[in-house]
């Protein structure tokens, strides 16, 4: 099992649609989660960090933590074509570790 | 304030050759990465420096070898490089110590022939 784990994709959405984000992690003790956009031939970028339990928000964008059920997601409301990129959950736990990716389309 | 800056961008290397990416940060910040990406695997963590003076293994430090030269750079040598090391790299930074969001710079992408 991997250790943070992410639908590949891709996830299509229109335009003006909420496009969700799932990813799941399997190490208990984390205590930080970030989601980070990666567009095409670029470095990822920090978008959110979430540390408990429940909704962060921050723009358009809603970051959902469940530790719990072990899960972390990222909402995209109003969703416009600049957001087709890849979504990359990170969990932090000895060290940071990432998800493989989930490739966004937005579509106009 | 450039962030993290990484030199170069591109660069091609035969079997056996020996190169140094370096990294540079300008936020003032304790720890540094070094992680590759390959198509499918998302990022892996290379080696990494919680603060100037120390360095640590990651996930796949074979082949690879790290100097972190002050607070501001972090440097990844390839002794001996291999064509299963052509990747992307990523240097990030972060100010550690109870804040653990990682700044990436732009990359460098490296094939070995």
């Known amino acids: 099992q991997k250790e943070v784990e992410q639908n590949s994709g891709p996830l299509s959405v229109p335009e003006g649609a909420i496009a969700s984000l799932n990813c799941t992690y399997s190490d208990r003790g984390s205590q930080s989660f970030f989601w980070y956009r990666q567009y095409s031939g670029k470095s990822p970028e920090l978008i959110m960090s979430i540390y408990s339990n429940g909704d962060k928000e921050d723009g358009r964008f809603t970051a959902q933590l469940n530790k719990a059920s072990q899960y972390v997601s990222l909402l995209i409301r109003d969703s416009q074509p600049s957001d087709s990129a890849t979504y990359l959950c990170a969990v932090l736990g000895r060290a940071l570790t990432f998800g493989s990716g989930t490739r966004l389309q937005v579509q106009p | 304030n450039a962030g993290v800056t990484q030199t170069p961008k591109f660069q091609v290397l035969k079997t056996g050759q020996s190169m140094t990416l370096q990294c540079a940060q300008d936020m003032n910040h304790n720890s540094m990465y070094w992680y590759r990406q390959d198509p499918g695997m998302g990022l892996r963590l290379i080696y990494y420096?919680?603060?100037?003076?120390?360095?640590d293994k990651g996930e796949v430090p074979n082949g690879y070898n790290v100097s972190r030269l002050n607070k501001r750079e972090f440097s990844l040598r390839l002794e001996s490089a291999a064509p299963s090391q052509t990747s992307v790299y990523f240097c990030?930074?972060?100010?550690?110590?109870?804040?653990?969001?990682?700044?990436f710079g732009p990359g460098t992408r490296l094939t070995v022939t």
């Open positions: 990030a930074s972060s100010e550690g110590t109870g804040n653990y969001e990682q700044y």
């Open positions: 420096s919680a603060s100037e003076g120390t360095t």
